[in-house]
T-cell receptor, first 115, second 113 residues
């Protein structure tokens, strides 16, 4: 069965430091996609970045990048030069292209940026 | 702004009542998804519609039902409400295609008294 694991329930990071949020996944399919979302304390869910299993390059979107290691089944989100506004819950999600159109969600990591 | 509109933003009601949550997807998106997020919890997938047809069901209670109308807006109906139904209910929409992300509305915060 597909599964997403986010092992860090919470993290404290100093402002301007880089942050790595861990995400490991389990799937037997070869074609899948990984998504990261941010949920600030105000509650909305914001799509950040996408990585396809066959993408040769690691995805990047501004200060967000994915450290995608297919053999290890990990897709860690890296936030460079963290800002106070990065404080939020971060969710990793996966969709198997062959067997399932649904997103499988991780439990999330609560990131707090310290000034 | 994700382009997904959910109404109402807040809803307070009593146990045993029935409520309807409404969602307008982004222009052009045929897929609509409903999620429930209880306090400090992750997202629980409830149900998905694609172009008016139910595509997938998740952990949706029998007391809950949904539909997607010809204009693609969707409604989630919650009946015989219980205290445990208090949660943030999200609607999301996406373009067709497995690599397309889901874009979320701001949610409806439902409080059962």
């Amino acid at each position: 069965a597909q599964k997403i694991t986010q092992t860090q329930p919470g993290m404290f990071v100093q402002e301007k430091e880089a942050v790595t949020l861990d995400c490991t996944y389990d799937t037997s399919d070869q074609s899948y996609g990984l998504f990261w979302y941010k949920q600030p304390s105000s509650g909305e869910m914001i799509f950040l970045i996408y990585q396809g299993s066959y993408d040769e390059q690691n995805a990047t979107e501004g200060r967000y990048s994915l450290n995608f290691q297919k053999a290890r089944k990990s897709a860690n989100l890296v936030i460079s030069a963290s800002q106070l506004g990065d404080s939020a819950m971060y969710f990793c999600a996966m969709r198997d292209f062959d067997s399932n159109y649904q997103l499988i969600w991780g439990a999330g990591t609560k990131l707090i940026i310290k000034p | 702004d994700s382009g997904v509109t959910q109404t109402p933003k807040h809803l307070i009601t009593a146990t045993g009542q029935r409520v309807t949550l409404r969602c307008s997807p982004r222009s052009g998106d045929l897929s609509v998804y409903w999620y429930q997020q209880s306090l400090d919890q992750g997202l629980q997938f409830l149900i998905q519609y694609y172009n008016g047809e139910e595509r997938a069901k998740g952990n949706i209670l029998e007391r809950f039902s949904a539909q997607q109308f010809p204009d693609l807006h969707s409604e989630l109906n919650l009946s015989s409400l219980e205290l445990g139904d208090s949660a943030l209910y999200f609607c999301a929409s996406s373009e067709t295609g497995v690599s397309q992300p889901q874009h979320f509305g701001d949610g409806t915060r439902l409080s059962i008294l």
